[in-house]
């Protein structure tokens, strides 16, 4: 098959999220599994040119269409880590993509309806026809509009169309002006119900609705985040037309790399271990210890790695680390906060805690530390508000550190509490899981975490192995995917 990924992210060469973790390590999976795949992108000013090798002019002169006009683009080529990316330059005075940041922009919603745009059109122009386009989140949402409204009365007729969502919160509400700028001139066509008009406001179009709604196939990250936002307010206002199309919607579990998260390899620690010698693990623990003065006593390391903000469950954070610390634990925590209010707090928290050495706050983003505290830790804590997939526990999983998570999205999907998981035998638990909001609830999971590791530290030892047993790889979603796109490719 051959595929070709539109996405605003392909990580490492850019990169603010989980999304493009998600297009790099699918694309390359795709890849093993004996598929062509291809990948288009904006070129940003502010990407990682670093990661890219060969980078080259493909298509020099693209004139894509715009507001009755053409804006001139380039294309170049070149490889992130063995995929084959193209990346898309406008030359024009909005300069779309030199910013200096990949998101935030007032006109953000204009700059992704001109890449969609700009992404067919290099399609049409170099005669390429993908059996499956592959399209994520709100930023490529009009990519099957265009798709079918358009391009295939010029040639493109015969492509299919997967839509991922990766988060419902943020769906690209536009105005008219991107029909005008796109060719999609029909206004009174496209704001119906029925097509792109926004569920709630009835004078703005919604770019994932329209990837929704003419997309072949709809997926999320995960199956447990599929029914939320189906049936839950995760659904941020789509539930109903994810109803009308739940013939087509699915969740798929992403993966991770285990190229760069294995103990057994991970260039970042300073020894490598696999369940045949979890012993080793302590050596890690002794290394974080000492990295981060912390005190070197028999006691287990309670660990958070991620965002400071409210999806993440910031107050059950802040409660968790003095819980620990009450129960005779370590705390340690990586992360920066994405409001200023929530940065002053936990600094204020740092700076009260600086001569404890049983904690250790380090406020931003350090990569080298993080694999040093995955796998230096005994527990790892995820209290997410809501996560569409995570990527945290099953990072955990693979150090063989121990998973305390709400029961919310991916989550669900991948963590089985080791008292109370009724579909799964004893020997397949995994974690510790709490499934509301308050400070009783994280306590009650973080208990029987502690009291285990502290009374029976055998059985803790072979609940840690057990989640290293578990294969969170992109193997399983890569085959998820090809099934999906060899069913729509029938249709």
């Known amino acids: 098959m051959y595929i070709v990924q ?52 493909a298509y020099r002169d693209l004139f894509v269409p715009w507001y009755g006009g053409a804006v001139h683009c380039s294309v170049y080529c070149g490889w992130v880590h063995g995929r084959v990316c193209f990346f898309i330059e406008p030359h024009c005075e909005d300069n779309f993509f030199n910013r200096g940041c990949y998101y935030g922009c007032s006109d953000d919603n204009m700059r992704f309806a001109f890449f969609s745009k700009a992404a067919l059109e ?182 958070y790695i991620g965002r400071l903000d409210q999806q993440k469950g910031v107050h059950l954070v802040h409660h968790a680390m003095y819980y620990a610390l009450s129960k005779g634990a370590q705390f340690v925590l990586l992360g920066s906060a994405t409001e200023p209010a929530i940065n002053d707090h936990f600094w204020h928290e740092k700076n009260f805690l600086n001569d404890n050495p049983d904690c250790h706050l380090e406020l931003g983003f350090n990569e080298e530390l993080s694999h040093l505290i995955y796998a230096g830790s005994d527990m790892i804590l995820v209290p997410s508000n809501y996560e569409p997939c995570g990527l945290t526990q099953m990072i955990g999983f693979k150090y063989g550190t121990v998973p305390i998570v709400r029961g919310v999205g991916g989550l669900v999907n991948t963590v089985f509490d080791r008292d109370y998981d009724q579909n799964k035998p004893p020997e397949k638990r995994n974690g510790y899981v709490f499934y509301e909001t308050d400070f009783e609830a994280v306590e009650s999971a973080m208990n029987r975490a502690i009291d285990l590791w502290y009374e029976s530290p055998k059985e803790f030892e072979q609940l840690a192995i057990q989640g290293m047993e578990y294969d969170y790889s992109w193997n399983y979603p890569g085959k998820n995917y090809v099934e999906i796109y060899e069913s729509i490719l029938h249709k």
């Open 6 to 57: 539109i996405a605003s992210e392909c990580a490492p060469v850019i990169k603010s999220g989980g999304l493009g973790d998600v297009v790099y390590g699918l694309s390359r999976e795709l890849e093993n599994q004996g598929h062509t795949v291809e990948l288009i992108l904006p070129k940003y000013d502010c990407m990682r040119y670093d990661h890219i090798w060969g980078l080259h002019d």
């Open 122 to 303: 290099f399609l049409l122009r170099s005669n390429k026809r993908p059996d499956v386009i592959h399209c994520h989140d709100w930023q490529t949402g009009l990519i099957p509009v265009l798709l079918y409204e358009i391009y295939k009365y010029n040639g493109m007729w015969n492509q299919r169309v997967c839509y991922t969502i990766h988060n419902f919160k943020h769906q690209g509400l536009a105005g008219s002006e991107v029909l005008k700028g796109t060719g999609l001139n029909q206004e009174a066509y496209y704001f119906q119900h029925d097509r792109l008009q926004d569920n709630f406001n009835p004078f703005a179009i919604n770019l994932m609705k329209g990837g929704i709604i003419y997309s072949n196939a709809v997926t999320t990250v995960s199956p447990h985040h599929a029914w939320e936002a189906h049936y839950t307010e995760v659904g941020s206002g789509l539930g109903h037309t994810l109803h009308l199309h739940q013939d087509k919607f699915t969740g798929v579990l992403n993966g991770i790399d285990y190229g760069f998260w294995n103990p057994e390899s991970d260039r970042y620690i300073p020894c490598h271990y696999s369940i045949d010698n979890f012993e080793e693990k302590q050596k890690a623990k002794q290394a974080l210890r000492s990295q981060l003065l912390l005190r070197d006593e028999n006691k287990p390391i309670v660990a």
